[in-house]
């Protein structure tokens, strides 16, 4: 018998996609247990890896080059940091940029003086330049001005930086990009999908981005240092643990789960399996629910701690705000008698899906040996394309169209609102954009990344073919269809592999599949500043790699008050 | 030019879909490239003759499935291997119904044993680097020419080499590719700059 006494596997309610897969619930999601980030820093400390700089050669410009290995039980990968004198007016979280304040690779292994000096002739250049399958990421961050300026001149000055000011940006460099999965020349991901470390998704970018951390705190002292004749002060190493890596997202990352299915799919499912399990648990145990009040505690002062100038996010943020004393009251009226389900049937009626979906997050905590092993569910490893089940029949693919899609069939498509915007792809350093269709000449360009339209598109014509006649006689006739006919097969076995809402609507806010996708990653304090873009901030109050077997490698996202 | 496999499918999947196919079409056909172009560098070639023979011929996917000789469509010339690879590959033929089925005018063979290596799972033919498990009686390419496909006996295969995990492409097929590619990119504008993208212009804060 399992401790906790969960339901047997089969009898597991998960909630269904037409709740979970819309667009305003995805742009809801927060971070837990199955977050990548999370998942990485729970493995190396479980495997006690070890970190050490082999190399930091910075000049007084802040030029210059930084190795950081991280030694596992069975291999060793290290971060090729190159730091640049960027002139002010380069700066620009754009792809479009060519110039960056830092640019890395994770290279797989040690390199030699002959790697970095391959890799200082490309790593700087990124797109512009070439890697190889010895190298698995390559990405670039810029300095925050403000904050980078503030914390040089402090420590230089032989004082702490102002904590606030910490607090309010959250990082001294921002990640523009980090490139994984042969991109530029890197390693292929089938090539090292079998290693148990990059097992779940994103560990290589996870580490890249972990080990950045350090780079960028190493980075500053020495500028410090360098400032002050080597007689700064040292950067205080509980300030420094509030420090993440900033990220700024674009809408690179929004096709990206429309054009990968199958994983999105993998993902949401194993949240909303993790979810099942723990509301199965009728009789949460004293410490379950100690470790959630804990939780609830310290998550609830640092979403009062979210900041956003954006006014749609601030209007969340008051809504999220507003709920959280509610939730507070009934954990304290529930006392020892707390029951997940209920819980979560209260909140439904009574707060808003941010705050629903926060307590979703936060009832997985208690239960990492009912959640944990589902890390192991959440990648695709096929590459190669699923066979169309061609011989089914065109009534048996229209009845799957008319149960999974009602959401689309139901939207007028010539209506302008509902077919405002057109995905497409601008041979400015392929730099992945959304335009206004009926504005702008950019249509014969489109992407096919409004599954809703197309589904509905398909739908006319199969209303018209022979009900008796199978799939691939259809796609025969209707070969544009075939993208279609493929999603709706495939939602039938991987209900959230589709977002069940119009992703070229006027009013679709592209922010909110960014906020799924980050909340996947670790991101907390979402700062969208645009409807196409937003600022996070990664790794704050985690451990550093030095820090990390003797601190907590697991719930650092959820910092003691104090650090918020 | 060294491309991993991932740069390989990208750029294949935007060249088809610039040479004409449906982006359904060229996905799948991109991703089942990925393992074909390492087993036979011939297929990267007669991909690159494919696109280029889209703007000046008329092809067609199969007028029909599940006929002992598949056909153009009345409208075309030739039949389009990707449109007819993937046709028998959604038809979910088996490889009883594979072996001694005919093509009629088909073009570059090879790219239908792209689809047909997935169909019939068996191993590498020896001294056939042409597809896995299969050939075809004629070896036609832009001309077009009537093939049947004959299944390779099982005693004359033998266990799949390591397959290289990576594409060697030289300058000219990546700019042919790339070209075909770039017709699915938009032109670039200010204002496509300023109004379409995902960041602020200026971050310097």
């Given at each position: 018998m399992h401790p906790h006494q969960i339901a047997s596997a089969e009898n597991l309610k998960l909630r269904p996609a037409e709740t979970v897969m819309r667009l305003s619930r995805m742009g809801s999601f927060h971070q837990s247990r199955l977050s990548f980030m999370r998942i990485l820093l729970r493995r190396l400390k479980d495997e006690a890896w070890t970190f050490s700089r082999p190399r930091f050669d910075i000049d007084e410009n802040g030029v210059g080059v930084g190795v950081y290995t991280a030694q596992g039980p069975d291999r060793a990968y290290s971060l090729v940091a190159f730091a640049h004198d960027l002139?002010?007016?380069?700066?620009?979280?754009?792809?479009?940029?060519?110039?960056?304040?830092a640019t890395f690779t994770l290279f797989d292994g040690i390199p030699t003086q002959a790697d970095i000096d391959r890799l200082a002739q490309n790593v700087p250049y990124q797109e512009a330049g070439r890697i190889s399958e010895t190298e698995l990421s390559l990405s670039r961050a810029n300095r925050s001005v403000r904050l980078w300026e503030h914390v040089v001149e402090a420590l230089a000055a032989n004082r702490q930086p102002d904590v606030q000011m910490i607090e309010r940006v959250g990082y001294l460099m921002r990640t523009t990009a980090v490139y994984g999965?042969?991109?530029?020349?890197?390693?292929?991901?089938e090539s090292i999908a079998m290693r148990p470390e990059f097992a779940a998704p994103f560990q290589v970018e996870m580490l890249s981005v972990y080990l950045t951390r350090t780079f960028v705190r190493d980075l500053v002292q020495q500028m410090a240092d360098h400032k002050a004749g080597g007689q700064a002060a040292r950067l205080d190493p509980e300030i420094a643990q509030q420090l993440g890596i900033g990220n700024s997202t674009g809408l690179?990352?929004?096709p990206f789960l429309i054009n990968h299915p199958d994983l999105l799919n993998n993902w949401v499912k194993a949240r909303e399996t993790a979810l099942a399990r723990v509301l199965s648990v009728s009789a949460p145990s004293q410490e379950a629910i100690s470790v959630f009040r804990d939780v609830l505690r310290r998550s609830a002062a640092s979403l009062r701690a979210w900041r956003s100038v954006h006014p749609m996010q601030i209007e969340k943020l008051d809504v999220l705000w507003a709920d959280l004393p509610k939730i507070e009251a009934y954990v304290v009226e529930k006392?020892?008698?707390?029951v997940w389900s209920d819980l979560l049937i209260w909140a439904e009626a009574t707060v808003g899906q941010d705050a629903q979906e926060w307590l979703v997050s936060l009832v997985l905590e208690p239960y990492g040996d009912l959640?944990?092993?589902?890390?192991?569910?959440?990648?695709?490893?096929?590459?190669s394309p699923t066979p169309l089940k061609?011989?089914?029949s065109v009534q048996d693919l229209s009845y799957h169209v008319n149960t999974q899609y009602a959401w689309a069939l139901d939207l007028?498509?010539?209506?302008t609102e509902n077919c405002a915007r057109a995905w497409y792809v601008s041979e400015e350093k392929l730099e992945p954009r959304l335009g206004e269709r009926f504005e702008e000449p950019i249509e014969a360009y489109e992407?096919?990344?409004?599954p809703g339209r197309a589904v509905a598109r398909m739908a006319q014509d199969l209303a018209e073919?022979?009900?008796?006649?199978?799939v691939a006689e259809f796609l025969v006739k209707y070969p544009e269809h075939r993208l279609a006919a493929a999603r709706v097969q495939g939602v039938n076995t991987a209900?959230?592999?589709?977002?069940?809402?119009?992703?070229?609507?006027?009013?679709?806010?592209p922010i909110d599949m960014l906020r799924c996708k980050l909340s996947f990653f670790g991101a907390i304090h979402f700062d969208p500043r645009s409807d196409r873009w937003v600022r996070i901030c990664m790794y704050n109050n985690a451990p550093y790699p030095e820090d990390l077997q003797t601190q907590d490698a697991d719930l650092w996202v959820y910092p003691q008050e104090t650090h918020v | 030019m060294n491309l991993s496999l991932n740069e390989w499918e990208a750029l294949a999947k935007k060249a088809l879909r610039g040479a004409g196919l449906p982006w359904g079409i060229a996905e799948v056909a991109a991703k089942l490239s990925r393992t074909a172009v390492v087993k036979d560098h011939k297929i990267v070639e007669d991909l690159a003759d494919w696109v280029a023979l889209c703007d000046i011929q008329s092809m067609s996917g199969?007028?029909?499935?599940?006929?002992d000789t598949i056909r153009p469509a009345k409208t075309a010339k030739f039949l389009c291997p990707i449109l007819t690879g993937i046709a028998i590959w959604d038809a979910e033929y088996s490889s009883s119904d594979l072996h001694g089925l005919n093509f009629e005018?088909?073009?570059?063979?090879r790219l239908l044993g792209m689809f047909i290596d997935n169909i019939v799972s068996q191993p590498l033919a020896q001294n056939?680097?042409?597809?896995v498990g299969c050939t075809f009686d004629q070896d036609a390419h832009a001309q077009g020419n009537n093939v049947t496909v004959y299944l390779m006996p099982e005693k004359t295969c033998h266990a799949p080499r390591d397959l290289a995990s990576r594409l060697d492409l030289t300058p000219d097929l990546h700019q042919l590719f790339a070209s075909y590619a770039l017709r699915t990119y938009a032109p670039a504008t200010e204002a496509s700059r300023l109004l379409g993208a995902g960041a602020g212009l200026t971050d310097n804060e």
């Amino acid at each position: 018998m399992h401790p906790h006494q969960i339901a047997s596997a089969e009898n597991l309610k998960l909630r269904p996609a037409e709740t979970v897969m819309r667009l305003s619930r995805m742009g809801s999601f927060h971070q837990s247990r199955l977050s990548f980030m999370r998942i990485l820093l729970r493995r190396l400390k479980d495997e006690a890896w070890t970190f050490s700089r082999p190399r930091f050669d910075i000049d007084e410009n802040g030029v210059g080059v930084g190795v950081y290995t991280a030694q596992g039980p069975d291999r060793a990968y290290s971060l090729v940091a190159f730091a640049h004198d960027l002139p002010a007016e380069k700066r620009s979280d754009r792809v479009i940029a060519d110039a960056w304040d830092a640019t890395f690779t994770l290279f797989d292994g040690i390199p030699t003086q002959a790697d970095i000096d391959r890799l200082a002739q490309n790593v700087p250049y990124q797109e512009a330049g070439r890697i190889s399958e010895t190298e698995l990421s390559l990405s670039r961050a810029n300095r925050s001005v403000r904050l980078w300026e503030h914390v040089v001149e402090a420590l230089a000055a032989n004082r702490q930086p102002d904590v606030q000011m910490i607090e309010r940006v959250g990082y001294l460099m921002r990640t523009t990009a980090v490139y994984g999965s042969g991109k530029f020349g890197a390693a292929d991901r089938e090539s090292i999908a079998m290693r148990p470390e990059f097992a779940a998704p994103f560990q290589v970018e996870m580490l890249s981005v972990y080990l950045t951390r350090t780079f960028v705190r190493d980075l500053v002292q020495q500028m410090a240092d360098h400032k002050a004749g080597g007689q700064a002060a040292r950067l205080d190493p509980e300030i420094a643990q509030q420090l993440g890596i900033g990220n700024s997202t674009g809408l690179g990352m929004a096709p990206f789960l429309i054009n990968h299915p199958d994983l999105l799919n993998n993902w949401v499912k194993a949240r909303e399996t993790a979810l099942a399990r723990v509301l199965s648990v009728s009789a949460p145990s004293q410490e379950a629910i100690s470790v959630f009040r804990d939780v609830l505690r310290r998550s609830a002062a640092s979403l009062r701690a979210w900041r956003s100038v954006h006014p749609m996010q601030i209007e969340k943020l008051d809504v999220l705000w507003a709920d959280l004393p509610k939730i507070e009251a009934y954990v304290v009226e529930k006392g020892d008698d707390l029951v997940w389900s209920d819980l979560l049937i209260w909140a439904e009626a009574t707060v808003g899906q941010d705050a629903q979906e926060w307590l979703v997050s936060l009832v997985l905590e208690p239960y990492g040996d009912l959640v944990d092993d589902l890390v192991t569910t959440m990648s695709v490893q096929n590459t190669s394309p699923t066979p169309l089940k061609g011989r089914m029949s065109v009534q048996d693919l229209s009845y799957h169209v008319n149960t999974q899609y009602a959401w689309a069939l139901d939207l007028d498509w010539k209506a302008t609102e509902n077919c405002a915007r057109a995905w497409y792809v601008s041979e400015e350093k392929l730099e992945p954009r959304l335009g206004e269709r009926f504005e702008e000449p950019i249509e014969a360009y489109e992407q096919p990344l409004d599954p809703g339209r197309a589904v509905a598109r398909m739908a006319q014509d199969l209303a018209e073919f022979e009900p008796s006649a199978c799939v691939a006689e259809f796609l025969v006739k209707y070969p544009e269809h075939r993208l279609a006919a493929a999603r709706v097969q495939g939602v039938n076995t991987a209900p959230y592999s589709e977002i069940r809402d119009n992703t070229i609507a006027a009013k679709m806010m592209p922010i909110d599949m960014l906020r799924c996708k980050l909340s996947f990653f670790g991101a907390i304090h979402f700062d969208p500043r645009s409807d196409r873009w937003v600022r996070i901030c990664m790794y704050n109050n985690a451990p550093y790699p030095e820090d990390l077997q003797t601190q907590d490698a697991d719930l650092w996202v959820y910092p003691q008050e104090t650090h918020v | 030019m060294n491309l991993s496999l991932n740069e390989w499918e990208a750029l294949a999947k935007k060249a088809l879909r610039g040479a004409g196919l449906p982006w359904g079409i060229a996905e799948v056909a991109a991703k089942l490239s990925r393992t074909a172009v390492v087993k036979d560098h011939k297929i990267v070639e007669d991909l690159a003759d494919w696109v280029a023979l889209c703007d000046i011929q008329s092809m067609s996917g199969p007028k029909a499935v599940f006929q002992d000789t598949i056909r153009p469509a009345k409208t075309a010339k030739f039949l389009c291997p990707i449109l007819t690879g993937i046709a028998i590959w959604d038809a979910e033929y088996s490889s009883s119904d594979l072996h001694g089925l005919n093509f009629e005018n088909l073009v570059f063979p090879r790219l239908l044993g792209m689809f047909i290596d997935n169909i019939v799972s068996q191993p590498l033919a020896q001294n056939r680097s042409e597809f896995v498990g299969c050939t075809f009686d004629q070896d036609a390419h832009a001309q077009g020419n009537n093939v049947t496909v004959y299944l390779m006996p099982e005693k004359t295969c033998h266990a799949p080499r390591d397959l290289a995990s990576r594409l060697d492409l030289t300058p000219d097929l990546h700019q042919l590719f790339a070209s075909y590619a770039l017709r699915t990119y938009a032109p670039a504008t200010e204002a496509s700059r300023l109004l379409g993208a995902g960041a602020g212009l200026t971050d310097n804060e």
